[in-house]
């Protein structure tokens, strides 16, 4: 089954930017969907932004125009960047193949100072 490793969080004040990325172990040309989740604590996780197999994305409401999703299925990767982070963006951002079933990563943790 394919593996799914996120990197590149960390830190940053509000108003920065971070690129988050999603390298898997295999091929991910077979799920249609790649998607971006993320946890704040005491929160249930929910979905920042998908991105389908020819390339149609899907925004949160509450990230659109600051959050762009993209894939690259010949290099086995998926990114996030994230452009004018507000404290509310903090949490756990999880990659996910697939829309139910699918592998999940095991996360990086994003931090935003006000």
């Known amino acids: 089954q394919v593996k799914l490793m996120e990197s590149g969080g960390g830190l940053v004040q509000a108003g920065g ?11 991910i040309a077979e799920f249609y969907t790649m998607a971006w989740y993320r946890q ?10 998908d991105i389908v197999t020819y390339g149609a994305t899907n925004y949160a409401d509450s990230v659109k125009g600051r959050f762009t999703i993209s894939r690259d299925d010949s290099k086995r990767m998926i990114w996030l960047q994230m452009d004018n982070l507000k404290p509310e963006d903090a ?17 990086s943790q994003v931090t935003v100072s006000s």
């Open 17 to 27: 930017s971070l690129r988050l990325s999603c390298a898997a172990s295999g091929s």
């Open 91 to 107: 949490g756990g951002y999880y990659c996910k193949a697939g829309v139910v079933e699918g592998p999940w990563g095991g996360g």
């Open 40 to 49: 704040a604590p005491g929160k249930q996780r929910e979905l920042v932004a």
